[in-house]
């Protein structure tokens, strides 16, 4: 790896409604730096880019680097930096742009990426990150403020499960109904999480599918 080369890689996991944000920041002949921190009642897409936000300011931050690799599994997180349109992440996105076009300006070579690794392709770097993530067990401290998108989400839960409830007690209802199953041959649920709609999962045509 090149000495003017800073790797980030970060992850996320929920526990007990507290969300771990890890990240780790590589770069050549510089000791492992590690971030841990702990946010109640966020969505998961928040916490990630929290903790983006927080390693590309102190990559940004060290004159000789001149090239940030960001790795992360939750890519859709990191795709809300460049999104132009209103959302519920701006407070993040608007200070990681900020910081951006500062590096940016520093020297015309100046770049970043961004590398998608899902967790399930146990590469080194992520695994360590997708290990300390997991490892944390908070103990919730009450009373405490929810996000607006914390809150969709409750409200998404519920009505899947209102949902659910009236499906399984109709007297309507079809029957030879084919179950989705995933690369895993797991059966896809119904889900709130990576910020769009759960038949994406199903990695065809969503038309098609419905």
């Not at 992850?11 to 921190?37: A, C, E, F, G, R």
């Not at 009505?159 to 409830?165: A, H, L, N, S, V």
Request: aromatic share 10%; proline share 3%.
């Amino acid at each position: 790896m090149s000495s003017h080369t800073a790797i980030v890689v970060s992850d996320t996991s929920i526990k007990n409604d507290i969300t771990t944000s890890i990240s780790h920041i590589h770069i050549h002949d510089q000791p492992l730096v590690k971030m841990v921190h702990h946010a109640a009642f966020v969505t998961s897409t928040e916490a990630e880019l929290f903790a983006i936000r927080y390693r590309i300011n102190q990559a940004c931050n060290k004159e000789s680097i001149s090239k940030i690799i960001v790795i992360t599994d939750s890519i859709h997180a990191a795709k809300k930096i460049f999104d132009n349109k209103s959302h519920l992440y701006q407070i993040h996105t608007s200070a990681i742009l900020t910081k951006l076009k500062q590096f940016f300006m520093r020297g015309q070579d100046n770049h970043i990426k961004f590398w998608e690794c899902p967790s399930r392709l146990k590469w080194n770097l992520h695994k360590c990150v997708d290990k300390d993530s997991k490892a944390f067990k908070p103990i919730p401290i009450l009373p405490n403020k929810s996000s607006w998108d914390y809150c969709m989400k409750i409200d998404s839960n519920e009505i899947i499960k209102q949902w659910r409830m009236t499906f399984q007690a109709s007297d309507g209802k079809g029957r030879h109904f084919l179950d989705l199953a995933d690369e895993n041959f797991e059966f896809i649920e119904p889900s709130y999480t990576k910020g769009g709609p759960w038949l994406q999962s199903f990695g065809h045509s969503n038309s098609l599918c419905a």
